[in-house]
């Protein structure tokens, strides 16, 4: 069992940045992929960006891509999101996603491709 705890969110104005962590506790160095998604009421999960365990193949979402960062420790077995040039679209439940399948380079997706998930933490960028 992995236990996910994410951090770092907070109501910011747009333009600003936020840095997002998780960390990974349990059996972590058991996961390969761990990723990013956001969630916002009525919507489903949407991609947000994806690392594979080596840290040399990343994924980012068309929304995101040129200003968010993912990157991850695995000696901390920690990911993080730093979040530059944010949007009100960027509002939501921020999880974090850790998934048990693939090899060093796999980039998970989608949702339904992780196994593990954490609570949530919430990001809020105002106009």
């Known amino acids: 069992q992995v236990t996910l705890v994410e951090s770092g969110g907070g109501l910011v104005q747009a333009g600003g940045s936020l840095r997002l962590s998780c960390t990974a506790s349990?059996?972590?160095?058991?996961?390969?992929?761990m990723g990013w998604f956001r969630q916002v009421p009525g919507q489903a999960h949407l991609f947000v960006a994806a690392?594979?365990?080596?840290?040399?193949?990343?994924g980012y979402g068309d929304s995101v891509k040129g200003r968010f960062t993912i990157s991850r420790d695995n000696a901390k077995t920690a990911v993080y999101l730093h979040m530059d040039s944010l949007k009100p679209s960027d509002t939501g439940l921020y999880y974090c996603?850790?998934?048990?399948?693939?090899?060093?380079?796999?980039?998970?997706?989608?949702?339904?491709?992780?196994?593990?998930w954490g609570q949530g933490t919430q990001v809020t960028v105002s106009s």
């Open positions: 690392i594979s365990w080596s840290g040399e193949s990343t």
């Open positions: 996603a850790a998934a048990r399948r693939g090899g060093y380079d796999y980039v998970g997706w989608g949702w339904p491709e992780y196994d593990y």
């Open positions: 349990g059996d972590a160095y058991s996961t390969t992929t």
